[in-house]
């Protein structure tokens, strides 16, 4: 009896180690972050992007009105890809795009507005990128589908005409 | 009266002095048990990423507040979700990993303890 414990339980450790590392084998190593979250819309003080005056968050978002916050800035590529998506969306006028000028040089962006259009209703600026932290995001772009001041999805990176159909789809 | 007012400016900037080192002490702290989200395998300490100055930016200020360790970490882990923390808390998730140990080592130590008592007799 003695004797049959040590390769039993050496048989129970290794299995169990077995079943650990099979279970790890199956979760995808690449992190994926929560997108479709029901989260509050954080409150924060900012300039607004043109006139350089406060803004306050409660002031931009109204409830019962559908709103996509688009984080961008002119030196990020990606952005410019997915410009042309923003103004046809706005052309819907079912929606308001809110933009967030992210750590970007006034002028620069100004400049990049004027090149490819302006499809926001309203901008603020975010100069040290802490306003993206509390809205959770990661970087830019990224754009947060809002209604009745809650987050209802989050797209991280550019949008294409694919992600442009769903929002159409959800705000109808 | 001027002597004492001397020793009370030096006294306060020494003192100040200190309290901006614990700062910096709690800051590196907090900053290090911090995932950077957007770099592969960095603190926010170690990574000079936007994400990552935006963040420390933002840990110095929850400081400043007053707010307390726990609530800092807290507060990245509503905005980002569990990941952001190093430090894995004890959840259904993990409790395999807190107590894959304590098993293992009970387990090695009542083998030892049958062996030694065999032994004995």
Redesign the interface.
């Known amino acids: 009896m003695?004797n049959k414990?040590?390769p039993f339980?050496v048989i129970i450790?290794f299995g169990?180690i077995f079943f650990?590392f099979y279970k790890g084998l199956e979760d995808s190593k690449i992190?994926s972050?929560?997108v479709n979250i029901k989260k509050e819309i954080p409150v924060f003080n900012s300039k607004e992007f043109f006139s350089g005056e406060n803004v306050k968050s409660s002031s931009i978002f109204e409830l019962d009105k559908f709103y996509l916050l688009n984080i961008w800035s002119s030196w990020c590529v990606p952005c410019r890809q997915e410009h042309p998506f923003l103004m046809n969306l706005n052309l819907d006028n079912e929606i308001n795009i809110i933009g967030m000028n992210y750590?970007d040089n006034l002028k620069n962006a100004e400049n990049f507005l004027k090149e490819l259009g302006n499809p926001y209703k309203e901008i603020f600026i975010d100069l040290?990128?802490?306003i993206?932290?509390?809205?959770?995001a990661?970087?830019v772009p990224e754009s947060f589908l809002i209604y009745d001041n809650e987050i209802i999805k989050k797209y991280i990176g550019p949008l294409n005409q694919e992600l442009v159909n769903e929002i159409n789809l959800l705000i109808k | 009266m001027k002597i004492l007012r001397f020793f009370l400016i030096v006294i306060i900037f020494y003192t100040s002095n200190a309290l901006k080192a614990d700062e910096l002490d709690k800051r590196n702290n907090i900053t290090k048990n911090l995932r950077c989200l957007v770099c592969q395998g960095q603190s926010i300490y170690d990574s000079d990423s936007e994400f990552a100055n935006s963040l420390k930016i933002l840990v110095d200020r929850k400081i400043d507040e007053g707010l307390t360790d726990a609530e800092i970490y807290e507060y990245f882990k509503n905005k980002y979700g569990e990941w952001i923390l190093y430090d894995p808390k004890l959840n259904k998730n993990t409790y395999i990993l807190w107590f894959m140990p304590l098993l293992i080592f009970l387990l090695g130590g009542a083998i030892i303890f049958k062996k030694l008592k065999k032994k004995h007799n």
């Open positions: 003695k414990i040590l339980s450790i169990i650990i992190y972050p929560d750590k040290d990128g802490t993206a932290i509390e809205w959770g990661y970087g």
